[in-house]
């Protein structure tokens, strides 16, 4: 703080932080000059909330009891049972880059694909904007899309799994 009047400096600072809230804002900064030798640099930031994602609890069989009369081996649980990885899928289509996602080619517009659709090697399927640049996404092969897994204006980062096509 400067040396003109510390109880100034946190009432300015206090006003700026409630103008970043009231104007929806995420930064700002500013330089109060005192005098030729004085001044004061603030910089008020606003952290993004996070997001919370909650996993799908997993089921897991319960260890087999050293005293329990021995029985024949129960078959294994079918794979659909156990939660999996969509990025894990072969019919992931992931997202090349960090930016956000797009399902139609402007607000209010029909999507490229919705779930169900068959789509065709190199069919736009949606875009990912990154740097103030639409980059369209296009289906690594043909076939049939099975899950949407990113919502529109959704960020996303590299490697995310945005859709399952089969």
Known sequence: MSKNSPDADVTFIAALAELLNKNDLTEIAVKREY???DS???KVVKKAPQQVV???PVA?????VAHAPAAPAAAPAPAAALPEDPAQHPGAVTSPMVGTVYLSAEPGATPFVSVGAQVAEGQTVLIIEAMKTMNHIPAPRAGTVKRILASDGQAVEYGAPLMIIE
Not at 60 to 64: R, T
């Open 35 to 37: 005098g030729e030798k």
């Open 40 to 42: 004061l640099d603030v």
């Open 54 to 56: 909650q996993a799908a």
């Open 60 to 64: 897991y069989a319960p260890a087999p």
